[in-house]
């Protein structure tokens, strides 16, 4: 089974701030995902990434796939309370037909 | 669309005793999935089902977990019997685009004492 690996676990930033998280593997996947989960919640789908390279931008995060499709980066501009949660990435492993997620990035907005 | 419902949202339970968690996918979904998180080992794949079929059930812990799929809408995840060590949040998910984008449900915390 292909593994992911997030960093940091843990980030705690001022309101305003700008952030870039990773999630990192030795392994290719088809399709790589980034999930936000806040406390006493599942899980929620913010982006596939599909092609090596690509960029997607959602209101004030950025997400970027490698171009050799091992890692990818979520990046947040001028990060807001609301953003505090869980973030999750998550390979398409193809061979295990399954996703893979990574541990997740906690991350704290302090007002 | 009301999304994937689980109940109950939390069970607390003795050791020993069984305990049914209980999925609804959102209508129309083929895969249903089954996970587990703890602060330790993050979010884990118990089984998922395609058209109400078990595919993989390897990340299933051990003969005292066992899931159903009786139809299209509805799915169980028993332990029997339960033990300290399976507390954690369970979370199923269902998805129509295939394996890989999938949509959870609020989760069921479950604690065993």
């Known amino acids: 089974t292909q593994l992911l690996e997030q960093s940091p676990q843990f980030l705690s930033i001022q309101e305003g701030e700008n952030l870039t998280v990773y999630c990192n593997s030795s392994?290719?996947?088809?399709?790589l995902q980034w999930y936000r989960q806040e406390p006493g919640e599942g899980p929620v789908l913010l982006v596939t990434?599909?092609?090596?390279?690509e960029v997607k931008k959602l209101k004030r995060l950025t997400f970027q796939f490698g171009d050799a499709r091992k890692d990818s980066s979520l990046h947040i501009t001028a990060a807001q309370t609301g953003d505090t949660g869980l973030y999750l990435c998550?390979?398409?492993?193809?061979?295990?037909?399954?996703?893979?997620f990574g541990q997740g990035t906690r991350l704290t907005i302090n007002p | 669309d009301a999304g994937v419902i689980q109940s109950p949202r939390h069970e607390v339970t003795e050791m020993g005793q069984e305990v049914t968690l209980r999925c609804k996918p959102i209508?129309?979904?083929?895969?249903l999935f089954w996970y587990r998180q703890t602060m330790m080992r993050g979010l884990e794949l118990l089984i998922y089902?395609?058209?109400?079929?078990?595919?993989?059930d390897s990340g299933m812990p051990e003969d005292r977990f066992s899931a159903k799929m009786p139809n299209a809408s509805f799915s169980t995840l028993k332990i029997q019997p339960s033990e300290p060590r399976d507390s954690a949040v369970y979370f199923c998910?269902?998805?129509?685009?295939?394996?890989?984008?999938?949509?959870f449900g609020p989760g069921t915390r479950l604690t065993v004492t």
């Open positions: 998910a269902s998805g129509g685009q295939g394996l890989y984008e999938q949509y």
């Open positions: 392994s290719v996947f088809s399709s």
């Open positions: 990434v599909v092609t090596g390279g």
């Open positions: 998550a390979g398409e492993d193809q061979g295990a037909q399954k996703l893979v």
């Open positions: 209508s129309g979904h083929d895969y």
């Open positions: 089902f395609n058209n109400n079929v078990p595919i993989d």
